[in-house]
């Protein structure tokens, strides 16, 4: 008899490290699945930020080993119709909430398969449900069903459609590629929607272009941070292969007054030559 | 020979999360008991916040499976002659400072055994013990000594009494229940202490009332956030069963300008006929 | 055949909890290695902050059980010619960047073995890594290897010399100790680097002296917080053995508006002898 699939259990939620949410959520997945590992993503996503756990969950899924659950309650029309989906991408099994938060995965990872989470078999009816907390109510019941090892496709039928947010894509204008700053770290640093690809495709070469940020010159595309001094700004290509605006040991965000949505560009570099046009 | 009991052990602390004593506790629980599969509530309870701290453990314990033991380590008089407790509640075992973090706890789970943590055979001796830091050096070898299976009625001997807090009740006052903002969660909801069977019990359905908080007035109950629109304010029966008043995507605490001890109000609804007097 | 030594493998960095760095490594790690059990040190160190993680490690380490692996990642010179290193300490196995961040543990716990992590059957090459997230594409998968029973020794070649940080040290002056504050933890308290045994070996016990911070005097050194009344300062000798000015449930750092550097003092108590000195 095969044993579960899944023990491995992720949760992306929006609902801090200060408050019962999260404690609430894995007692009750580990009373339905003691052997279940469970591992934070993160809790500190901006309160009901849909694109900012969209974006956090495509750099984070792929890492995992295949059939990992990947729980995901950033839900700000919770008890509302919305609905609450159980998906594969890729080998990677996903419970989560019909607002887009897929979104960013979905260019990652193929969509394998996708159910909406309905069965009243496995998931509590309303009278026994929280209409505030579907992350303990539904959410950590049915995930403890998947880790047991249910077969998605007895959560309920495939939906006709899913929604996906609608993402600012940069664009071409000209000889240069005009982005958006779309996630801003930590650290401060700027990551914009602009690929290492499409550098390539454009340009031929990392080496021949020089980025901006908000109408400042940030020069030549670095290695990594600690190429220039301590407080300098740079754009390097980062881990996730986007164009990303720092400070080597400093906050981009504040030094530039940068925000999500503020404008990246990247433009031909001027060459030797071409600066030297009176010879 | 039966194994140990308990393998899963919580950890609820005012510690935060960006110093050594959080880390420095599970280093030692394991250290202990190998096996133990520890699972954070939450580090970052308000300093000293033993109210705080025993609202969230009556919402979190009744979630996880039973005989996992729970550490409490919120405990501004660590090293003076305050006690520590072991407990037994509804099937949950938990390791306390006697400051009354237990309250709210006691009221939501039978209280079936308690002791005062003394044995010298499983206390380490105060020349061995820090008098700032008993997590790491009373806590958390004792949690090891229980997930390996010690029966808690040898940790000492029961006690005559237990502290619990003097909580503030709401208070039925004519026709209205004044309660108070007992919790502000993270997302700046304002949780009161008027729970929904004391409005069932004074007013036979949550449709006849409306509530009023900081002297506002916040409509009828809703059944959850989304029910108005964003930024707007309103009141719920949260998935605590208690009145909750909150803006939907917004802040409560700062809309309403409310804090722990402000006052929430339940009363009687305006009826179309009451509203209409004329006729 | 021997089977892995190591499953348990501690993780500290100052990726923050709100991005996807620290779940990308979990994710690698759980990857290569399925049995591993990873705790959280800390992820909300300073950004950048060598010696604050430093100072970390060496009061966490010690508590873990004998061939925990430890993997830092503090490491503002990522992608730079920095060497990583991994290490054995008093039985705990580590794996970090060479910036001086094991120099307060290598005070605490004996050097057993060290190596240049560089061995391409086991470090992904430059072109499959990224520059400015090894955590991911080196730590991580090395990490793995290391969990399945690697001998560090085949990491890599031992290195001549590794980097330890210049750290200010405390003096005695005429009869004074002179020291430093070096760390201040969340609650506030201010951590000196004047440590119990200096005390003793220059006044020969601890209730002959009286403790100063930024010239003002806190009285003797209290046994606990809460031998003071709350908002009192005090200072005691702390849980790692170390000088401490704290504010009973309050924040030392805002009262003395001190920081990292602030000078702290132990001078001779004054006795009673010595004050009636007309007698």
């Known amino acids: 008899m095969a044993g579960p699939k899944n023990q491995l259990v992720t949760l992306l939620t929006d609902f801090g490290s200060r408050d019962p949410y999260v404690a ?5 997945i580990l009373s339905a699945a ?11 996503v901006p309160a009901h930020g849909v694109t900012a756990a969209s974006f956090i969950l495509a750099q984070v899924v792929p890492c995992f080993p295949p059939e990992t659950l990947h729980v995901v309650v950033v839900d700000p029309g919770v008890g509302t119709d919305r609905r609450i989906l159980a998906a594969r991408f890729g080998g990677q099994a996903l419970l989560f909430p019909d607002n887009g938060v897929i979104t960013h995965l979905a260019g990652v990872l193929p969509l ?16 026994q449900v929280s209409m505030t907390f579907h992350g303990r109510d539904i959410f950590a ?4 069903h998947i880790l047991n090892g249910l077969d998605l496709r007895l959560l309920g039928p495939q939906p006709d459609t899913y929604k996906l947010l609608d993402l600012p894509q940069p664009r071409q204008d000209g000889g240069l590629i005009v982005g958006q700053v779309i996630y801003i770290d930590g650290f401060g640093n700027l990551v914009s929607n602009i690929s290492a690809e499409m550098i390539v495709a454009q340009f031929g070469a990392f080496d021949r272009v020089t980025a901006q940020c908000g109408g400042r010159d940030v020069g030549q595309l670095q290695g990594t941070y600690a190429f220039v001094a301590a407080g300098e700004a740079l754009a390097l290509i980062n881990s996730m292969r986007l164009v990303e605006v720092a400070v080597n040991q400093g906050r981009a965000c504040d030094v530039f007054g940068a925000g999500v949505g ?4 990247i433009v031909q570099r001027a060459t030797a030559a071409s600066r030297g046009g009176t010879r």
Chains 1, 2, 3 share one sequence.
Do not use: L, T
């Open 34 to 44: 003691p052997h279940a590992q469970i591992v934070d993503i993160a809790h500190d």
């Open 262 to 265: 503020s404008e990246v560009r």
């Open 24 to 28: 609430a959520m894995k007692g009750v």
């Open 112 to 127: 394998e398969e996708i159910y909406a989470v309905r069965n009243s078999q496995f998931v509590p009816p309303p009278g």
């Open 141 to 144: 019941p049915v995930a403890g």
